[in-house]
């Protein structure tokens, strides 16, 4: 015969399992999420100037090209881009910006701050797929940081990475 304390404490086990299972699930975006609510993607690109030394288009943005959505600190998520590797070892890369579109900051001026995100893995991704688009899954922190590239406002610890299928 089973005590009632049993009893209890295995149905309140079976009650957190499944919360359990729902945290564990990612929430997908896409990079349209990162712009914060009730501002439009027309008004953070901004005015620009030409180069013409360099030849290349130089945007100007104004500040709600570093707006964030604040609703994503801390969330747990999945969302698809292309790889700027920083950090590239022979067993891959563990550091690198994750961009909307391919050649983002390194063909053409960078997108704004709330369109990059600086992503660190633990497991290497291989160096060999850095041309894949993948879908990066982990915790994303709110972080307006600087680099060569360009301003990020958004920042991911990699849990895990796949090679994002069309």
Known sequence: MISRRSTLMLLSGS???????LAATPREITWDDLIPPGVPYSEIIG????????DTWNPIFDENATKLNKALDGAFIKMP???IPFD????GVTEFM????????????????NQLVMVDTKT?????????????IGQMRTQ???TDLGQTGYAITAEKMEIYEW
């Open 15 to 21: 009650l957190a399992a499944p919360q359990v299972a």
């Open 47 to 54: 005015q620009g100037e030409i180069d013409e030394i360099n």
């Open 81 to 83: 881009g292309f790889i």
């Open 88 to 91: 590239v070892s022979a067993k």
């Open 98 to 113: 994750l961009v909307p579109y391919t050649g983002a900051c390194i063909h053409t001026p960078p997108p704004p701050a």
């Open 124 to 136: 290497p991704w291989p160096s060999d797929d850095l041309w894949d688009p993948v879908w990066v």
């Open 144 to 146: 307006l940081q600087s």
